[in-house]
């Protein structure tokens, strides 16, 4: 007779994964991990400064709540209605636009001696799969320097920026520059099985994660399998016209090379009306180009990872997690003492 383990046993023994980025790539993909492994970290950026997470930063002196809540709400396990709570943002008066996570997340913080409490207090009250850490506690803003020398400082001016200069970003720094990373988000690193980088914007969500002191260090001692999630198309105001192997090289160029040598791309075709609608705001299907890619060291690997909706593309959370855990089946080795390592 062959005994099976049951899902939640086997998501329990799942592979420890540390998940780095931000942004709603991030937690696109924290949704469709959750169905294979407790055993998830995601290490989140703090570096936004717009919307309704300026708006707190701002009038409450807290580090930007958005990022934070975005993956909180995609490893919950609540009721529907908690779930829309946690979605709802208000219409009208002085909090028009602001989502009600975010002031749960305010409140919270409010009563704790500081935000990453605060982030593993909301994280008890909404019974979440896994680890939501920030990658700092220093209150950091993002500073961009594009090719003609012109800096602008505030990750949501960036955008803007980049489209009066029409020249593309040379580099960003956050400013203090190298603060300390929290502790528990390099043991996340040290200790997991496999480190994801992305999806997500380049230059505002993942890069900002590496110049924290420490963490791209860690990435690039620990030998556990290491993949960056391309993304499937440009973003406007901050990739347009780049290719793969240019993602590849900000990457390296400000986490150091030999940050991970394996890279996840979709292979799903975009239907010729979505393409159309992405090409009047000067973005588009990511150019893979696999000879520049192998020049810089990593090996590329292609699935269907990609979905549309809403007329938007994005990477669908099942098959990304699927070809993750894919990959991660394929490309480790289990250890006697239940951890893995990158199969050699």
């Known amino acids: 007779m062959v005994i099976t383990s049951s899902p939640s046993l086997q998501r329990r023994r799942g592979p420890r994964v540390a998940a780095i980025g931000g ?3 991030l937690s696109t993909m924290l949704r469709g991990l959750k169905t294979y492994t407790e055993n998830i970290t995601a290490i989140v950026t703090v570096a936004d400064d717009g919307g ?15 990022d934070i809540r975005n993956c909180l709400e995609a490893l919950a396990n609540v009721e529907p209605l908690m779930s829309e709570l946690l979605h709802y943002r208000f219409t009208e008066g002085s909090l028009a636009g602001q989502s009600f996570g975010n002031l749960f997340l305010a409140a919270i913080n409010g009563i704790s001696p500081s935000f990453d409490v605060a982030v593993t207090r909301m994280s008890q009250v909404l019974a979440i799969t896994g680890r939501v850490l920030p990658v700092t506690t220093a209150d950091v803003q993002l500073e961009a320097e594009f090719e003609n020398g012109t800096r602008v400082v505030g990750e949501s001016k960036i955008f803007y920026c980049k489209k009066r200069e029409d020249c593309r970003i040379r580099r960003v720094r956050l400013l203090p520059e190298r603060p300390a990373a929290l502790p528990s988000a390099l043991e ?5 099985d496999m480190i994801l980088l992305g999806p997500g914007s380049l230059y505002t969500s993942i890069i900002p994660n590496l110049l924290v002191d420490g963490i791209a260090q860690a990435i690039r001692s620990a030998e556990c399998l290491k993949v960056y999630v391309a993304n499937v198309m440009t973003q406007e105001g901050e990739t347009e016209d780049y290719t793969l192997s240019d993602h590849i090289r900000a990457l390296f160029e400000h986490g150091g090379s030999g940050l991970f040598d394996l890279c996840l791309v979709n292979e799903t075709p975009i239907p010729e009306e979505i393409r159309a609608r992405y090409a009047k705001e000067d973005a588009g299907p990511l150019a893979v180009d696999a000879a520049a890619c192998a020049a810089l060291g990593v090996e590329l690997v292609s699935y269907p990872v990609s979905m549309v909706c809403g007329g938007l593309v994005r990477h669908d959370p099942d098959r990304l997690a699927s070809a993750l855990m894919r990959l991660h089946g394929e490309r480790s080795v289990r250890l006697a003492g239940g951890g893995y390592r990158k199969e050699s």
């Not at 996340?188 to 997991?192: G, K, Q, T």
Request: no cysteine.
């Open 23 to 25: 942004g709603t790539g």
């Open 52 to 66: 309704g997470s300026g708006v707190l930063r701002q009038e409450l002196g807290m580090l930007p709540p958005g």
């Open 188 to 192: 996340a690193i040290r200790h997991a």
